[in-house]
């Protein structure tokens, strides 16, 4: 399958995309590396909407999209600065995940569009809290001087970030409240978070994948530092969570109906506090210190839920079970489909292969050999994935059926009318032979379609001097 990561950094200097790419390659999936500053989204009369590389392909070619952040920051030119904010990238993520949704293909985290229209750690809190999950008291002012009254539920010193910020940076310990003032100027009205800050060195954090932790690790600061992210330096170790801190990290996943989700928490005087939900989540710490490859499960995720598998031929057993989600297609897409008795006839007795997905069939092609002749009498994919290159990969796993069983040829009759049915043939390497006048009745003439197998080459016996 066509798959394409969107990044910040080239791929050979960030760790989460190299083994992203590394486990999908793996797989045998083609994956292509585009950096966010790489997409051109543009609208006109004629083509509409389009969203695609700069001179180069349109997403919809790619069967799915993993983003990495879409949140991170720019050049930085020190600590208090402010650097160039990213975090107006996530409007064009929402555009990606619906325009990608049209076409039938899917986005890392999509169904978090649903929930959060934007993103920053102010509508993060809002809906932890709405919901009921524990978080560290925190406060944002929108006016310029904030009034005594916001801080007398805190007492000094205060933890104050930025809502814009990831990774630890924008996040300030200040001592005196007169220091707010200053950043208020750097960041923003209405951008700064105060928050109560807790005397602790460690935090955990906790990965959520389709609903389930797949582990924790314990993060803990690094000397003079009160900030826990390993990208500034704290220390990791594995951590057997207790049933408490995964039922807080599965329901703050759930609160954002995030798939792939980081979910941070700390734990004050036996009690636990979310800090925040991170969506799109570096793992870099997190498979050092638990051993678990993230990459690989979150490729073995993805290919589970999304990507279509091709099973080459069904057993006796596996067409009874699939017949009638079979026949719904085969009626979905012909007017004058076949009788259940009749289909349940040609499945019975010709070869099936069909296309899963999510272990349900969405497409399926029926074969049979006879004198070293392949002939294709039915190949259907569902409306829904009509687009998807189905039918093209379905013949291409013919071909490679025939040629191992001896075949010479295989043929195949499609009717003039459907366009994009010849397309998918003449894609797999399919020549057009002849057309066949009136062989489909209403539906006029037929195309019919012909790949010639070429013989694998077998080495020869090596001669011998004699016959030399």
Known sequence: MKILLLGFKKKNTDYETKRLIAELKK?????????WSGITFSFTKKGGVEIRQVNGRDLKYFDYIIPRSPLSLGKQKGENSTGVYLSHLYRHYLLIVDYINQHHKHVLNEKVARSMPFYDKLFQHYLLTKNELPVLTSLLYTGRQTPDSVYRRFKAPYIVKSIEGSRGKQVFLINDKSEIPKLLEQFGLGKLMVQRFIP????????VMGGKVIGGMRRIAAEGEFRTNFSLGGFTEGLTLSPRMQDLAKRA???FNAEFAGVDIVEHKGEYYILEVNLFPGFEGFESATRINVAEKLAAYIERKYLWSVEPRLK??????FFDALYAIEKQNFEDSLSPRAFREAVTKQQVMIVKKEGKPIAYLMHASQKNIREVSRLVVANKYIGQRIGRRMLKELV???RS???????AAVPKAYLRRQQSFRRAGFKQVRVEEGLFGRKGDGIIFEYKITPTKKAGRPKTTSEA
Do not use: P, Q, W, Y
């Open 27 to 35: 797989r045998g999936h083609e994956v292509t590396f585009v950096l």
């Open 200 to 207: 602790i060195k460690e935090d955990f954090r906790i990965i």
């Open 253 to 255: 996943a759930k609160v």
């Open 316 to 321: 006796t057993l596996e067409k009874k079970k």
């Open 400 to 402: 490679r059926i025939a």
């Open 405 to 411: 069983e001896g075949d010479e040829s295989i043929e």
